[in-house]
């Protein structure tokens, strides 16, 4: 792969375009179901799911932190 598809961001939209093989119109159904198999779904894996009651856990303040700012 081509090093230089790591640094998009300083390359102009026409040479990302030409780089990724692709088009500003998107790819088309055939090209986008080739790079699914090949490259896999763009997404990222969850390690893991925290209920809601441990969200809500974890959105309180903490109290030893509470304490410490009402005696300063």
């Known amino acids: ?3 230089q598809i790591f640094t998009f961001w300083n390359l102009s ?3 990302v375009l030409q780089q990724t093989h692709s088009t500003t ?3 088309s159904r055939q090209d986008a179901k080739q790079r699914l198999s090949q ?3 763009n997404s990222l ?3 893991h799911k925290s ?3 441990m969200l809500l856990i974890k959105g ?3 109290k030893k ?3 410490n700012q009402a005696v300063l």
């Open 60 to 62: 309180l303040p903490n």
């Open 25 to 27: 119109a998107g790819l």
């Open 51 to 53: 209920s809601a009651l």
């Open 45 to 47: 894996k969850q390690t």
């Open 13 to 15: 939209t026409d040479r």
């Open 65 to 67: 932190i509470v304490q």
């Open 39 to 41: 490259y896999g779904a």
């Open 1 to 3: 792969m081509n090093p």
